[in-house]
Antibody, heavy 121, light 111 residues
C-alpha cells in the first residue's frame, strides 16, 4: 500500500525551529518529486515547497524561502521540512504529498494525513 | 487571496448535478497549464480527484468530471450523494508567481 506518514509537529514558541519528517512506503521513493502543503486552521491549502527526485532542485513559496528548507534522504525513503524563525501564521496542518508530472504540469497524487504545527508562546 | 478563484460554497440535493468553478488568468489557466482537483472530506487529508483537467485517478467514480476552457475550469458532480459533502480545491501553476497555486476552496453541502 502506498503510504506517507508525517511526524515532528508540535508546539513551538515564536522564533523557534521545528523539523518535520515524512516517511514513504509502498512505492519507489527515489523516482518521485515530493511536496509539502500546509493548511492554516479553517483555511485553504497552500503549497510550501517541493524537491526533485535526486534533490538537485528545490522550489519554495517565496515568502518562506530562507526560513524553510526541504530535503530528502532516498536511502531512508524520507522527506523533511526544516522550519526556522517560526511565526504565529506558520501554524497549521502540514501535509506531505507525492508529486507527479504530466508534461509541464505537476500535481499531488498521494497525501499523508498531516502533522500539526502550533506556533505560540 | 488566491490567484485561482472558487465560489466559497455550493449546495445541491441528493441526485442533483452541481458544478464548481475555478477562475484564473492569463498567467495560469489561460497560459495552458492544467487544472487539478482535490476533495477534502471533513477531518481528512486532501485526495486527488481530477488531474490534467479531465482525468480521473483509478477509484474515483465517473460521477466526477472536469473541464477547462480559456482561463477557467470546472468540476462537475452528478448524482450527488451525501458522502460528497466536502471541500473541493482546484490547483494549477502560475507563471508570474512561479509557484503552484490552489484555489481558495469550495464547500459543498448536500441538502
Amino acid at each position: 500500500e502506498v503510504q506517507l506518514v508525517e511526524s515532528g509537529g508540535g508546539l513551538v514558541q515564536p522564533g523557534g525551529s521545528l523539523r518535520l519528517s515524512c516517511g514513504a512506503s509502498g512505492f519507489t521513493f527515489s523516482t518521485y518529486w515530493m511536496t509539502w502543503v500546509r493548511q492554516a486552521p479553517g483555511k485553504g491549502l497552500e503549497w510550501v515547497a517541493s524537491i526533485k527526485e535526486d534533490a538537485s532542485e528545490e522550489d519554495y513559496l517565496d515568502s518562506l524561502r530562507g526560513r524553510f528548507t526541504i530535503s530528502r534522504d532516498n536511502a531512508k525513503n524520507s522527506v523533511y521540512l526544516q522550519m526556522s524563525s517560526l511565526r504565529a501564521d506558520d501554524t497549521g496542518l502540514y501535509y506531505c504529498a507525492r508529486g507527479r508530472w504530466q508534461q509541464f504540469n505537476y500535481y499531488m497524487d498521494v497525501w499523508g494525513k498531516g502533522t500539526t504545527v502550533t506556533v505560540s508562546s | 487571496q488566491s490567484v485561482l478563484t472558487q465560489p466559497p460554497s455550493v449546495s445541491g440535493a441528493p441526485g442533483q448535478r452541481v458544478t464548481i468553478s475555478c477562475t484564473g488568468s492569463s498567467s495560469n489557466i489561460g497560459t495552458g497549464f492544467d487544472v487539478h482537483w482535490y476533495q477534502q472530506l471533513p477531518g481528512t487529508a486532501p485526495k486527488l480527484l481530477i488531474y490534467g483537467n479531465i482525468n480521473r485517478p483509478s477509484g474515483v467514480p465517473d460521477r466526477f468530471s472536469g473541464s477547462k476552457s480559456g482561463t477557467s475550469a470546472s468540476l462537475a458532480i452528478t448524482g450527488l450523494q451525501a458522502e460528497d459533502e466536502a471541500d473541493y480545491y482546484c490547483q494549477s501553476y502560475d507563471s508570474s508567481l512561479n509557484i503552484w497555486v490552489f484555489g481558495g476552496g469550495t464547500k459543498l453541502t448536500v441538502l
